[in-house]
């Protein structure tokens, strides 16, 4: 099947500094991915999508200045979590879709990257 | 708009028991149906998916039928082990209303006693 990677999958940071988590497709071209966070015992909150090459869409309520998300290629899309506070930590999950049909038409998600601020 | 509703966990059973969690959904259009399971401390791993009605999905021995008449996709498995203890999402999207978006129901925690 389809491999994703995040990097890190651990981060601790002091609070004000930015800290930027990458999610790869390693295997397939993802015109689209996604990027998630997930609180303890809780399901998957959608933060942002994002295409290659283009802007990403953010969800309602989602500060687009305070997470920053680059999809430079079709293997690589970045979360960048600028001024990080305490409130900001949480487990960030990425999902990346191929596009198309039969089997692509699946969104496989990386290991995550668990966020500490400090 | 779309959404999905899951059986109320946390589940508890004992090795080898009959697993059942419900799903069902709400889609305008024609969903694909997915359950994505969570092991501790780890991302969402494919489980298993069903793109059309009547379809059944399968794998590890888990099974989900996606049913359209009762917009249901129960997944099931016959004899569960500890290793199965996890937490399962099932969820669905719609490319002609969504894209390629997911919508996740709320999980159910299962733990698998020896």
């Known amino acids: 099947g389809a491999v994703v990677s995040q990097h890190p999958s651990w981060v601790i940071c002091k609070s004000g500094t930015s800290v930027k988590i990458e999610c790869r497709s390693l295997d397939f071209q993802a015109t689209t991915m996604f990027w998630y966070r997930q609180f303890p015992k809780q399901s998957l909150m959608l933060m942002a999508t994002s295409n290659e090459g283009s802007k990403a869409t953010y969800e309602q309520g989602v500060e687009k200045d305070k997470f920053l998300i680059n999809h430079a290629s079709l293997t690589l899309s970045t979360l960048t979590v600028t001024s990080a506070h305490p409130e900001d930590s949480s487990f960030y999950i990425c999902s990346a879709w191929g596009g198309g049909g039969g089997s692509r038409e699946t969104q496989y998600f990386g290991p995550g990257t668990r966020l500490l601020v400090l | 708009g779309d959404s999905v509703t899951q059986m109320e966990g946390p589940v508890t059973l004992s090795e080898e028991a009959f697993l059942t969690i419900n799903c069902t959904y709400t889609?305008?259009?024609?969903?694909?149906l997915f359950w994505y399971v969570q092991y501790p401390g780890e991302g969402l791993q494919l489980l298993l998916k069903?793109?059309?009605?009547?379809d059944k999905g399968s794998n590890k021995g888990f099974e989900a039928t996606y049913r359209k008449e009762t917009t249901s996709f129960h997944l099931e498995k016959g004899s569960v082990q500890v290793s199965d203890s996890a937490v399962y999402f099932c969820a669905l999207s719609d490319r002609r209303t969504s894209g390629s978006r997911l919508t996740f129901g709320e999980g159910t925690q299962l733990t698998v006693n020896p």
């Open positions: 889609a305008t259009g024609y969903p694909s």
């Open positions: 069903a793109t059309k009605a009547d």
